[in-house]
DNA sequence: GTTATTGTATTAAGTGATTAGTACAATAAC
DNA sequence: GTTATTGTACTAATCACTTAATACAATAAC
């Protein structure tokens, strides 16, 4: 995994959002063994304690467990996982309704954008 | 105006924000002379630098520009005013694109989830 | 039962950015 | 020409947050 990190965010926040997506999109299978944390830390080139930060809020989210000694794993529950992409995405659209709004934009016309931006992205 | 700032993110930049859809939305008119440095500083609460950052970034914009002594205004050119709305919005759009396709949403998903999300916000 | 590997807790240091204080500069108004 | 009002510049202090260092705890593996 490649790791590269923005200076103008907290590096634990970059990871949590990574690991997030990972696992969120099926990079980490569910059920499946994390790396150790001081694995992660060796690959990423940061300290053991930021890498541990991040995943305090991936289990808080509910999204890994941790076992004492065995490691961490990401959650058995598929549908848990489904449940945060949803509610991720959810969100994102939330937030992005209401900030067209303030542009005076109302839904009509923020679709009509949407469409009107077809073509300069990549793929999809 | 009433001023509420949260405390997650510097108050010079939600001043910045504040401001920018004020101009963007016609709530400050074209042309029109905004509140002094100090008088905005005190209307909000905080220190007149403060205040000055904050206008310096919408002047580095373009959507205002300062006259030593009378004080600052709106830009006449409501055309250019027009374009700063348009750009923002397009930025949102395409922040939330990359977004959701993370996320696996692909454009028609992303389209079907604004509109299974109507009803949800206020007016609109 | 010893050891190695894992997660966890606690404390301190560093770092950077925001905000405030204060003084300066320009000019419109009279 | 004086004054009041405006924007501007510079420096310093505060503050909060992130990161690092270090030590502790649990248990699987042998």
Redesign the interface.
């Known amino acids: 995994m490649e790791w590269i990190f923005r200076p103008d965010a907290p590096i634990y926040t970059q990871l949590y959002e990574h690991l997030t997506?990972a696992i969120?999109?099926g990079t980490f299978p569910p059920g499946g063994r994390l790396p150790a944390v001081r694995e992660l830390a060796v690959d990423a080139g940061v300290n053991p304690n930021t890498v541990q930060r991040a995943l305090s809020e991936l289990e808080r989210d509910g999204l890994v467990y941790s076992q004492r000694t065995t490691g961490r794993y990401v959650t058995d529950d598929a549908e848990r996982i489904e449940q945060e992409?949803r509610k991720?995405?959810?969100g994102?659209?939330?937030d992005?309704?209401?900030?067209?709004?303030?542009?005076?934009?109302?839904?009509v016309q923020?679709?009509v954008?949407?469409?009107k931006?077809?073509g300069?992205?990549k793929e999809?």
Chains 1, 2 share one sequence.
Not at 96 to 107: E, S, T
């Open positions: 997506l969120v999109s992409r991720l995405a959810e994102r659209a939330r992005f309704l209401a900030a067209m709004q303030k542009l005076g934009y109302d839904r923020t679709v954008l949407l469409e931006m077809r300069e992205r999809q």
